[in-house]
């Protein structure tokens, strides 16, 4: 069992890049492939990106790709997303979470953190 806590959203002028963390507060996300899901009001969640146990493969959605990072530090029992270019549509409840196998749906998720709102302004 992992519990996962995100951290470092808040709000941002479109155009600018923003770095979210998630860390482990209880468990070892070294077990984990891990990923970033949003979810903007009244839509449903969507897949941002994952990484693999190792680090060495990710994975990203369609409305990211090309201007985010995934990366890991197992040592440090955290995860990071970074987006750059945001834009307004950006603007949602980010969440990550943990899986045994990876990939693309939030089914196959165990784990989830609390969610970190990013907002990005026009």
């Known amino acids: 069992q992992v519990h996962l806590v995100e951290s470092g959203g808040g709000l941002v002028q479109a155009g600018d890049s923003l770095k979210l963390s998630c860390a482990a507060s209880?468990?070892?996300?070294?077990?984990?492939?891990m990923g970033w899901f949003r979810q903007a009001l009244g839509k449903e969640r969507e897949f941002v990106g994952a990484?693999?146990?190792?680090?060495?493969?990710?994975s990203y959605g369609d409305s990211v790709k090309g201007r985010s990072t995934i990366w890991r530090d197992n040592d440090r029992n955290a995860v990071y997303l970074q987006i750059d270019l945001l834009k307004p549509e950006d603007t949602a409840v980010y969440y990550c979470?943990?899986?045994?196998?990876?990939?693309?749906?939030?089914?196959?998720?165990?784990?989830w953190g609390q969610g970190t709102q990013v907002t990005v302004s026009s």
């Open positions: 979470a943990a899986a045994q196998g990876f990939g693309e749906s939030a089914t196959l998720y165990d784990y």
């Open positions: 209880e468990g070892y996300i070294s077990r984990y492939c």
């Open positions: 990484i693999e146990w190792s680090g060495t493969v990710t």
